[in-house]
């Protein structure tokens, strides 16, 4: 019974301890973890670990007196700790992807796909090949005289009149 009174009352102590530091010496030790990291939340969070850890090894600390220094050494190692977690979580933090189009750009860019393909078709054969090769098929204009049996003179003339049929169409329509 008395070793248990003891202990009540060694608990009653730190709870008076560490309560009266709190109130005397908790915002100085939030700027000073505030300032080691940047962060107020943060801060807060490491000091009331502080006062937790203090609380519970109470009875170890041998001079009672050295209860703020012991506080303050403990703010300073734990806001160090919480810098390096956040340079290893930097240095293996995902990368992210490249940036994508939205979905809207997608089903716009299908759309206009779609009309250019429609008006595409509405063109004479020669002129639509020679499109088709030029633009899609990425040739040459050699390789296009050679694939549509015509002279590169041919293919020059097909491709720009039908480039010419083409934008008309699709500005008349963009128009009505």
């Known amino acids: 019974m008395v070793a248990e009174l003891g202990a009540a009352g060694a608990r009653w102590d730190a709870d008076e301890a560490v309560t009266a530091l709190y109130s005397e010496h908790y915002r100085s030790l939030v700027r000073l973890s505030a300032l080691l990291l940047r962060d107020s939340m943060q801060a ?3 000091v009331q670990d502080a006062f ?8 170890r600390i041998q001079d009672q007196d050295k209860a703020l220094a012991y506080l303050r050494q ?4 734990r806001s160090r700790s919480v810098l390096r977690r956040r340079v290893v979580a930097d240095k293996y933090a995902p990368t992210p992807g490249p940036d994508m189009p ?9 759309l ?26 990425d040739l040459s204009e050699a390789d296009i005289a050679a694939a549509m049996k015509v002279s590169k003179g041919a293919v020059k003339s097909h491709t ?10 699709l500005e008349a329509e963009q128009t009505s």
Do not use: C, F, I
């Open 52 to 59: 937790v850890a203090m609380h519970g090894a109470w009875r």
């Open 112 to 137: 206009e796909s779609d009309r250019v393909m429609a008006a595409l078709r509405k063109l004479p054969e020669r002129q639509r090949e020679a499109l088709v090769l030029r633009y899609y098929g």
């Open 44 to 46: 807060e969070e490491v």
């Open 160 to 169: 720009h009149r039908g480039m010419a049929a083409l934008r008309a169409m």
């Open 74 to 77: 403990t703010v300073v190692n």
């Open 102 to 110: 939205s979905a809207e750009h997608g089903a716009l860019s299908r």
